[in-house]
């Protein structure tokens, strides 16, 4: 069975400054996506970045990018340049061909003025 | 376009009782997946829906059933609500593929006393 683990209950990153969330995950298909999602508190879960497991070259989205490590299983998300308003639950999520999500616990980021 | 609604936001229950949640999706999205969120185990997967007909189940008891109708409309039914199955559910819809981004609605607060 597939497992998404997501190691870091909660992190801290100064505004402007750099932060990876790591995410590692377990699965034998060779074919899936992975996903980054973000839940500020009290509105709805939106996605930050996508990537699928059939491409080499990381996925980036503005101040997002992933390092997405095939071999290792292991897919984090680096939030550069950080703003206040990307305080928020960060969850780990994947995705194949079983048309069912699996979700990390996630991560707690804070943003410190 | 609207985004996805869920019907209703909050829920006070009884144990024993059983309560029957609610989710619209996005217009023209066809596949429609439940989720139970609680702090700590983040989004545990109940079930996908796709053109009225489940795809794919989590590990969850007998207790929890959805459905869906012509219209994409989903709901989802507990019975013999436990203390346990307090949690936030939210419901997600999209196209139906794998690498598809999920849309999530705000949730239904659900407390079992």
């Known amino acids: 069975a597939q497992t998404v683990t997501q190691s870091q209950p909660e992190m801290s990153v100064q505004e402007a400054e750099t932060v990876t969330l790591s995410c590692t995950y377990d699965?034998?298909?060779?074919?899936?996506?992975l996903f980054w999602y973000k839940q500020p508190p009290s509105r709805q879960m939106i996605l930050v970045i996508r990537?699928?497991?059939?491409?080499?070259q990381n996925a980036t989205e503005n101040r997002f990018s992933v390092n997405f490590q095939k071999a290792a299983k292991s897919f984090s998300l680096k939030i550069s340049d950080s703003q206040l308003g990307d305080a928020a639950m960060y969850f780990c999520?994947?995705?194949?061909?079983?048309?069912?999500?699996?979700f990390g616990t996630g991560t707690r980021l804070k943003v410190l003025a | 376009k609207a985004g996805v609604t869920q019907t209703p936001r909050y829920l006070i229950k009884t144990r024993g009782q059983q309560v029957t949640l609610s989710c619209s999706p996005i217009?023209?999205?066809?596949?429609v997946s439940w989720y139970q969120q609680t702090p700590g185990q983040g989004l545990q997967f109940l079930f996908e829906?796709?053109?009225?007909?489940?795809?794919n189940k989590g590990n969850f008891p007998g207790r929890f059933s959805g459905r869906q109708f012509s219209n994409s409309r989903s709901e989802m039914n507990v019975s013999t609500l436990e203390l346990g199955d307090s949690a936030l559910y939210l419901c997600?819809?999209?196209?139906?593929?794998?690498?598809?981004?999920?849309?999530f609605g705000p949730g239904t607060r659900l407390t079992v006393t």
């Open positions: 999520a994947y995705s194949s061909g079983t048309y069912k999500y699996i």
């Open positions: 829906y796709f053109s009225e007909t489940q795809r």
């Open positions: 217009s023209g999205h066809r596949s």
């Open positions: 990537q699928e497991a059939y491409k080499q």
């Open positions: 997600a819809s999209s196209w139906g593929r794998s690498s598809d981004e999920q849309y």
């Open positions: 699965t034998s298909e060779s074919d899936y996506y």
